[in-house]
């Protein structure tokens, strides 16, 4: 089992900045797989913004591309974030996951946090 527990969530303004972390503990090796942040704004179906695997490989939302990087440290067994230029259409719960692929479809993941809110205003 891994448990895994995001944090940095909160409320900016639109064109601000917020970095989420994702702790991640447990049966850590398993984090040597891809990780990943998806997100689920009310109503909606829960979508992939960004993935990372264990080689440093990255993928995208074109949604957030150029906005956002993701990255991780193994050592410390965490899973970052960093969000620029936030849009109001960036609010949402965002969630990290863990053992998957480098696929940005929430089924490929097999582990999964509570989520942090962000919310962005206008």
């Known amino acids: 089992q891994v448990q895994l527990v995001e944090s940095g969530g909160g409320s900016v303004q639109a064109g601000g900045s917020l970095r989420l972390s994702c702790a991640a503990s447990g049966y850590t090796s398993s984090i040597r797989f891809a990780m990943g942040w998806f997100r689920q704004a009310p109503g909606k179906e829960r979508e992939g913004v960004a993935v990372?695997?264990?080689?440093?490989?990255?993928r995208y939302a074109d949604s957030v591309k150029g906005r956002f990087t993701i990255s991780r440290d193994n050592a410390k067994n965490t899973l970052y974030l960093q969000m620029n230029s936030l849009k109001t259409e960036d609010t949402a719960m965002y969630y990290c996951a863990a053992f998957g692929s480098l696929s940005l479809a929430p089924g490929s993941f097999r582990y999964w946090g509570q989520g942090t809110q962000v919310t962005v205003s206008s």
């Open positions: 990372i695997d264990a080689f440093g490989n990255t």
